[in-house]
């Protein structure tokens, strides 16, 4: 239980910062007129939300989903498809992709879960492909090239076309999800998911039904990754099959562990690594010599390889964890 | 739909199936014996094929441009193996997956800084550019060497498997690493030599499909997933299984694609078959494995734990 403690010990500070200077970035842009920067935050908020749903069952439950890039597509798709026929509010594009995508999760889900190890990582995946390739089939949506959204969603008063808007409706979302995880985690249900995690047969034994529960789990999960597609629609106006690409699976699953696995506030610092890394490397430069920067605008994926072997290979807790680890002062 | 094009279609398949087939068969045991998951396995195959093109660009001669590719992975798939996955044997399979997917991020990057960004071209040689007449119909000779060859290798794997001292630890390991472990047998090399042999058998598959596919970065990823999808359906650790169900998904994926969209046609209107013809033909192999696995989680050939 010593990492319990050392989690609590810090439970406060890092959370708070990183709330924090989420909230007062955009107020930052403005300031200085890079308004990009919000821009940016907004990008980092929608894939922390994804993988914050993704953590549910990875990080609390130890399935290893790797088609959830399945549901940010469901979310997307449901805003480009309706605003193509004219729809705008917001409410519709929400009521039509949560109840689509529940759908989804349930009957996916129960075939899922019928596997365990390695076969469920790969029949996820097996899932995400055929929507995938089902994206890349609606001729009349786009197909392979996409969707392009015309109207984006309007929630009443909110409109989600004003930038600031959609930061901080991005950012609300985050929050009340960040916050709904943290009290189900800690919750019976999620006591019950960490305890089939530590070991599923006692769990059985004890007479829980585990499926049922592993399964309101996924399609939860499910859900939260629906929201980042509705918002990521919004942010990029656009709709693409690549959006349900296996490497954009991958790439949550690479958020969450970078962060911090089981960690409710891992997801957010894992995403926010991840992009300032990526726009580190592609659009602002290091100042290299000798063209050094255009090589790595033009290679930088190699590096954020390379990171990413290199975070799997050495830190066993994600870059959240291992600093909660250090700072509690057990680092295992 | 004339019996030539079905024929022809089918022998798509078939060679398509080999293809698959020499790919999963090292994953699977990787899979099965390690436990582990190796998502760079498509990296590999790429691999060789870049070394094919490379050395058939110098040498101009298709079997020692073959033999390099394969001599390349080895050394490659034996590299990676001691440097970064033999340190994540004993991990969970999120690490495996980061890790793994980290490498191919890798090794495209590689591919592109040392042959550049656009698709290279393998020619052939003049004895392999004919056509042969077989029943009436006409097919490319090299299809056929490519499906010979693969035929061959997978009976080749077949002895060595079950008739070799090698190929019964390799099965023991299947089975149960940590006994074979237990009764004195270095289980770290027979691990090393499968990755190893694996990662070969990829580079092989990579050069043989060089001359067909065109070279270029990322073609190991959507081959991967194709792979992942026989192994997963033929049973994890078995290579029986990956043969059988690599033949399957090579057939049921390429006549599919073929057959579908003409089938709708007559049944539904051409705009309706036009729209849902290719989607459905293409995700013919994933509605396969899921049937297959909602019915039996452990594939169509389990290999038994004991």
């Given at each position: 239980?010593?990492?319990?403690?050392?989690?609590?010990?810090?439970?406060?500070?890092?959370?708070?910062?990183?709330?924090?200077?989420?909230?007062?970035?955009?107020?930052?842009?403005?300031?200085?007129?890079?308004?990009?920067?919000?821009?940016?935050?907004?990008?980092?908020?929608?894939?922390?939300?994804?993988?914050?749903?993704?953590?549910?069952?990875l990080?609390?439950?130890?399935l290893?989903?790797?088609?959830?890039?399945?549901?940010l597509?469901?979310?997307?798709?449901?805003?480009?498809i309706?605003?193509?026929?004219?729809?705008?509010?917001?409410?519709?594009h929400?009521?039509?992709?949560?109840?689509?995508?529940?759908?989804?999760?349930?009957?996916?889900?129960?075939?899922?879960?019928?596997?365990?190890?390695?076969?469920?990582?790969?029949?996820?995946?097996?899932?995400?492909?055929?929507?995938?390739?089902?994206?890349?089939?609606?001729?009349?949506?786009?197909?392979?090239?996409?969707l392009?959204?015309?109207?984006?969603?309007?929630?009443?008063?909110?409109?989600?076309s004003?930038?600031?808007?959609?930061?901080?409706?991005?950012?609300?979302?985050?929050?009340?999800?960040?916050?709904?995880?943290?009290?189900?985690?800690?919750?019976?249900?999620?006591?019950?998911?960490?305890?089939?995690?530590?070991?599923?047969?006692?769990?059985?034994?004890?007479?829980?039904?585990?499926?049922?529960?592993?399964?309101?789990?996924?399609?939860?999960?499910?859900?939260?990754?629906?929201?980042a597609?509705?918002?990521?629609?919004?942010?990029?106006?656009?709709?693409?099959?690549?959006?349900?690409?296996?490497?954009?699976?991958?790439?949550?699953?690479?958020?969450?562990?970078?962060?911090?696995?089981?960690?409710v506030?891992?997801?957010?610092?894992g995403?926010?690594v991840?992009?300032?890394?990526?726009?580190?490397?592609?659009?602002?430069?290091?100042?290299?010599?000798n063209?050094?920067?255009?090589?790595?605008?033009?290679?930088?994926?190699?590096?954020?390889?390379?990171?990413i072997v290199?975070?799997?290979?050495s830190?066993?807790?994600g870059?959240?964890?291992?600093?909660?680890r250090?700072?509690?002062?057990?680092?295992? | 739909m004339?019996?030539?094009?079905?024929?022809?279609?089918?022998?798509?398949?078939?060679?398509?199936?080999?293809?698959?087939?020499?790919?999963?068969?090292?994953?699977?045991?990787?899979?099965?014996?390690?436990?582990?998951?190796?998502?760079?396995?498509?990296?590999?195959?790429?691999?060789?094929?870049?070394?094919a093109?490379?050395?058939?660009?110098?040498?101009?001669?298709?079997?020692?441009?073959?033999?390099?590719?394969?001599?390349?992975?080895?050394?490659?798939?034996?590299?990676?193996?001691?440097?970064?996955?033999?340190?994540?044997?004993?991990?969970?399979?999120?690490?495996?997956?980061?890790?793994?997917?980290?490498?191919?991020?890798?090794?495209?990057?590689?591919?592109?800084?040392?042959?550049?960004?656009?698709?290279?071209?393998?020619?052939?040689?003049?004895?392999?550019?004919?056509?042969?007449?077989?029943?009436?119909?006409?097919?490319p000779a090299?299809?056929?060497?490519?499906?010979?060859?693969?035929?061959?290798?997978?009976?080749?794997?077949?002895?060595?498997?079950?008739?070799?001292?090698?190929?019964?630890?390799?099965?023991?390991?299947?089975?149960?690493?940590?006994?074979?472990?237990?009764?004195?047998?270095?289980?770290?090399?027979?691990?090393?030599?499968?990755?190893?042999?694996?990662?070969?058998?990829?580079?092989?598959?990579?050069?043989?499909?060089?001359?067909?596919?065109?070279?270029?970065?990322?073609?190991?990823?959507?081959?991967?997933?194709?792979?992942?999808?026989?192994?997963?359906?033929?049973?994890?650790?078995?290579?029986?299984?990956?043969?059988?169900?690599?033949?399957?998904?090579?057939?049921?994926?390429?006549?599919?694609?073929?057959?579908?969209?003409?089938?709708?046609?007559?049944?539904?209107?051409?705009?309706?078959?036009?729209?849902?013809?290719?989607?459905?033909?293409?995700?013919l192999?994933?509605?396969?494995?899921?049937?297959?696995?909602?019915?039996?989680?452990?594939?169509?050939?389990?290999?038994?734990?004991?």
């Amino acid at each position: 239980m010593a990492d319990h403690d050392n989690y609590t010990r810090t439970r406060w500070l890092a959370p708070a910062f990183v709330v924090a200077a989420l909230a007062l970035l955009p107020v930052a842009a403005h300031w200085t007129g890079q308004t990009y920067y919000q821009v940016i935050g907004t990008r980092i908020m929608v894939f922390a939300l994804a993988a914050a749903g993704l953590n549910l069952i990875l990080g609390f439950g130890a399935l290893v989903s790797m088609g959830h890039a399945l549901y940010l597509g469901v979310g997307a798709y449901s805003v480009a498809i309706l605003s193509h026929y004219g729809v705008s509010s917001g409410w519709i594009h929400l009521a039509t992709a949560l109840a689509i995508s529940t759908a989804c999760a349930f009957v996916i889900g129960a075939v899922c879960l019928r596997a365990t190890g390695v076969a469920f990582i790969m029949i996820t995946l097996a899932f995400a492909q055929m929507f995938y390739f089902l994206a890349i089939g609606l001729r009349a949506f786009g197909g392979d090239e996409g969707l392009q959204i015309s109207l984006r969603s309007r929630f009443g008063p909110l409109d989600l076309s004003d930038a600031t808007t959609l930061y901080y409706v991005a950012f609300a979302v985050l929050m009340l999800t960040l916050v709904a995880m943290h009290r189900l985690v800690h919750a019976r249900f999620g006591l019950l998911l960490r305890g089939v995690k530590n070991n599923e047969r006692r769990m059985r034994a004890l007479g829980f039904p585990v499926r049922r529960y592993q399964l309101v789990a996924y399609v939860l999960s499910a859900l939260v990754c629906t929201m980042a597609g509705l918002l990521l629609a919004n942010l990029t106006r656009f709709a693409s099959p690549s959006y349900m690409a296996w490497n954009v699976s991958g790439e949550l699953i690479v958020l969450v562990i970078l962060g911090g696995l089981g960690t409710v506030i891992g997801p957010v610092v894992g995403a926010g690594v991840w992009i300032v890394l990526e726009e580190t490397l592609t659009s602002f430069g290091l100042g290299l010599p000798n063209d050094g920067d255009a090589w790595m605008r033009e290679h930088w994926l190699g590096f954020l390889g390379l990171l990413i072997v290199w975070v799997a290979l050495s830190m066993r807790s994600g870059l959240y964890g291992s600093l909660v680890r250090r700072r509690g002062g057990t680092e295992r | 739909m004339t019996w030539a094009l079905l024929a022809t279609q089918l022998l798509n398949g078939l060679q398509l199936g080999v293809l698959l087939f020499l790919l999963s068969a090292g994953l699977t045991l990787v899979l099965g014996i390690m436990n582990f998951v190796n998502l760079a396995h498509g990296s590999l195959y790429m691999m060789g094929a870049y070394f094919a093109a490379a050395l058939y660009g110098r040498t101009e001669s298709f079997l020692l441009a073959a033999i390099g590719a394969l001599a390349g992975t080895l050394a490659l798939g034996a590299t990676l193996e001691r440097l970064v996955i033999s340190k994540l044997y004993q991990r969970d399979h999120l690490d495996q997956v980061m890790a793994t997917s980290g490498l191919i991020l890798v090794l495209n990057e590689v591919v592109r800084i040392v042959w550049g960004v656009s698709p290279m071209f393998i020619g052939l040689p003049e004895a392999l550019r004919k056509t042969v007449t077989v029943m009436g119909f006409q097919y490319p000779a090299y299809r056929f060497l490519v499906i010979a060859v693969g035929l061959l290798m997978g009976a080749g794997l077949y002895l060595l498997i079950h008739r070799t001292v090698v190929g019964m630890l390799i099965r023991a390991g299947a089975s149960n690493a940590p006994m074979v472990s237990a009764l004195g047998v270095n289980i770290g090399r027979i691990n090393a030599l499968v990755f190893a042999a694996g990662a070969g058998l990829a580079g092989v598959a990579g050069a043989m499909a060089a001359p067909i596919f065109s070279v270029q970065p990322g073609m190991g990823e959507s081959v991967l997933i194709q792979v992942l999808v026989v192994i997963v359906t033929g049973g994890v650790g078995s290579v029986r299984g990956a043969f059988y169900a690599a033949l399957i998904v090579g057939v049921v994926d390429t006549i599919g694609r073929v057959l579908l969209p003409s089938l709708l046609g007559q049944l539904f209107e051409s705009s309706v078959a036009q729209a849902a013809g290719p989607a459905l033909g293409s995700i013919l192999i994933y509605l396969m494995m899921a049937v297959v696995l909602a019915v039996r989680p452990k594939g169509l050939f389990p290999v038994k734990h004991g």
